[in-house]
């Protein structure tokens, strides 16, 4: 195994198969509506970030089981953490927040809580809220955090509204609540150099976060990113320097920490680019062969 899978790593902990199901809420996200930013970042489409979920309108109970009725059979599943996934989960009124995951923790063979969210829309009443159900319920609580990257230049570029600053908080303010944290990376944004991705893999180390999603960037045709890159305003790397790229981040990286996505995942109907043409289980066999070939794994190179 070159690398800690998140699927080995859910199978290791609950000592079966588990599945994350997707719930996509009416809700928006402060970026977008101008109490922190407005527009949203460069990157994000009108939908958000949840290609395969369902629409929001839908209750969190027929959403969960409209889902696992298609997954449960197709991947032989029989626990299931309720991904809260879309926008900004914490960006919403607490009762409404309340009311959401209490219907998700009641809800058969859930067995967890993932709640994505913005590291600067995180407070104390909504992981108590968490915590709560945590010990009611008996689930596991993961709080998903966006960084992105470490470059503030880039930060400000994407118009992410947030700084390194504010995710080391919250990785702190999740930590004191004992939840797992996955932090979600770019790992080839124009305006990052190589450096900038095992900056962010040492960081983590040392931040001691649990879990990483590394997203290959993927352009949007509805995006002001998509509007850049067809005025020609930056250019990609190609995929094999991403192959490469992410090869190190994993060598850098702390062999505990669960690798939960290595490429972006989005519809090729929506977008100008996305994994250069190619599937991402194409490249991530890619990624696995040529780490292989070279004999490394994840962690070779980490230092405590
Ligand atoms: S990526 Fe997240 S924070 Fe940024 S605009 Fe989209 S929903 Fe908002």
């Not at 609950?14 to 922190?36: A, M, Q, W």
């Not at 944004?189 to 290959?216: C, F, M, Q």
């Not at 981040?249 to 490429?263: A, D, M, S």
Request: charged share 20%; net charge neutral.
């Amino acid at each position: 195994m070159h690398y800690n899978k998140y699927s080995n790593a859910l199978m290791k902990r609950f000592g079966e198969k588990v599945y994350k199901i997707p719930i996509n809420l009416p809700i928006t996200c402060p970026n977008r509506d101008g109490s922190i930013g407005k527009g949203g970042c460069a990157f994000c489409g009108e939908i958000g970030a949840g290609f395969e979920a369902q629409e929001s309108c839908h209750s969190v109970s027929k959403q969960l089981a409209d889902n696992i009725a298609v997954i449960a059979p197709k991947y032989h599943a029989r626990k299931f953490i309720a991904y809260f996934q879309n926008y900004t989960n914490t960006y919403m009124a607490l009762d409404r927040f309340k009311a959401f995951t209490e219907e998700a923790a009641g809800f058969p063979d859930v067995i967890g809580i993932s709640i994505s969210t913005r590291p600067d829309c995180i407070s104390e009443p909504y992981l108590a809220h968490l915590k709560q159900l945590s010990t009611a319920y008996g689930l596991a609580i993961e709080i998903e955090l966006g960084l992105q990257t470490v470059n503030e230049a880039s930060l400000l570029k994407l118009n992410r509204g947030h700084g390194v600053s504010e995710f080391l908080t919250a990785v702190k303010l999740v930590q004191a609540f004992g939840f797992t944290i996955c932090t979600h990376l770019i790992g080839n944004i124009p305006w990052d150099t190589e450096g900038d991705l095992y900056e962010a893999a040492r960081l983590i180390n040392h931040l001691k976060i649990d879990a990483v999603k590394l997203h290959s960037l993927y352009i949007l045709k509805e995006s002001l990113l998509g509007q850049w890159y067809t005025d020609g305003e930056f250019s990609m790397i190609d995929a094999d320097t991403y192959i490469q790229r992410v090869i190190h981040f994993l060598r850098i990286l702390n062999p505990e920490i669960t690798i939960q996505r290595l490429f972006g995942r989005a519809p090729e109907s929506m977008t100008l680019f996305c994994n250069w043409g190619m599937s991402w289980r194409k490249l991530q066999n890619e990624l696995d062969h040529r780490m292989t070939m070279l004999g490394v794994k994840q962690g070779d190179l980490y230092e405590e």
